[in-house]
């Protein structure tokens, strides 16, 4: 079954630490650019990140620039994402999602970070 | 930053009728890099079209996209129960890619 499975989430305190990651399946993920998309609880959509398909490229939104990292493991089939000195509005769902033409066109359910203290 | 301001906020309708989304960009866009999504509650989105018209795979064909420049239209004919839900448009022709703020599709 083609899917992409993300795991990570949580509470954590304002200023703490958390990393995310997003296992696919039934598809070469080695070939595939992949993104980090988050959605704000009652909010939009929100891109944050991009990573090439050998991981020789990042790309991120301003407000997470410096604070989140995104990389992958092609040989575990996971995308990762490293998040740092994290605040009250990165409160979020993140979706993995694979990229399609510059669209995407598979996600995962999302994993829920909740940055509170 | 390329802005994507979607019409209406929301929509009432009643399952038969047509649905006609809008999607205005700040600047212009190549259709090539537009599409749009749908978001149930407690789901993730889904792609519906791409390229600005192009369906994406298991869509139904009462789905169509289309426009280009700055102005892009989803059209959903004969609503199905099934339809109603929150539809996103994106872009992906100048970074960083955008959403519009989204049109929620409601039973009248």
């Known amino acids: 079954e083609v899917q992409l499975v993300e795991s990570g989430g949580g509470l954590v305190q304002p200023g703490g630490s958390l990393r995310l990651s997003c296992v696919a399946s039934g598809f070469t993920f080695s070939s595939s650019w992949m993104h980090w998309v988050r959605q704000a609880p009652g909010k939009g959509l929100e891109w944050v990140s991009r990573i090439t398909s050998d991981g020789s490229s990042t790309s991120y939104v301003d407000s997470v620039k410096g604070r989140f990292t995104t990389s992958r493991d092609n040989a575990k089939n996971t995308l990762h994402l490293q998040m740092s000195t994290l605040r009250a509005d990165d409160t979020a769902v993140y979706y993995c999602?694979?990229?399609?033409?510059?669209?995407?066109?598979?996600w995962g359910r999302g994993t829920l970070v909740t940055v509170s203290s | 930053e390329i802005v994507l301001t979607q019409s209406p906020g929301t929509l009432s309708l009643s399952p038969g009728e047509r649905a006609t989304l809008s999607c205005r960009a700040s600047q212009s866009i190549s259709g090539t890099y537009v599409a749009w999504y749908q978001q149930k509650p407690g789901q993730a989105p889904r792609l519906l079209i791409y390229?600005?018209?192009s369906r994406a795979t298991g869509i139904p064909d009462r789905f169509s996209g289309s426009g280009s420049g700055t102005d892009f239209t989803l059209t959903i004919n004969r609503l199905e129960p099934e339809d109603f839900a929150v539809y996103y448009c994106?872009?992906?022709?100048?970074?960083?890619?955008?959403f519009g703020q989204g049109t929620k599709v409601e039973i009248k």
């Open positions: 999602a694979r990229d399609h033409y510059g669209c995407f066109d598979l």
């Open positions: 994106q872009q992906s022709g100048s970074p960083p890619r955008t």
């Open positions: 390229g600005a018209s």
